[in-house]
């Protein structure tokens, strides 16, 4: 009967974490979506080559990111610098039409 009570109590418990848990885990999920550099800073030069490369700060496919890319050479924080734009700072999950798999 205690182990019937203890049961409730630890699932009466998990029912109330599972809220924050899943605000705690969107929040985690928002910041891995957010950019490692304001594009508004960025230079007239990078803006254009971002822009004739189709960049996207998000991509849209699972398999194609700048941290799976040839030309993507990582840093901390999932950000890291991208060969075709001149080294220009790319978050892993950006894209852009020039990616190459790595090999
Ligand atoms: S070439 Fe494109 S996909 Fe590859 S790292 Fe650079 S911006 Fe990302």
Known sequence: MADT???????LGLAAAAPVAMLLGAGAA???????VNPDTLPAS???RRR????VAQSPDPK???????FFTGAAGG??????????IVSAAS?????????
Do not use: E, H, I, Y
């Open 64 to 70: 194609k990111s700048c941290g799976k890319c040839a």
């Open 46 to 48: 990078q803006k254009n």
């Open 30 to 36: 928002a910041q891995g979506a957010a950019p490692c």
């Open 79 to 88: 950000c890291g610098k991208c060969q075709m734009l001149s080294g220009g």
């Open 95 to 103: 894209v852009c039409d020039s990616f190459a798999p790595k090999g």
């Open 52 to 55: 004739s490369l189709n960049f």
């Open 5 to 11: 009570t203890l049961s409730r109590r630890n699932l």
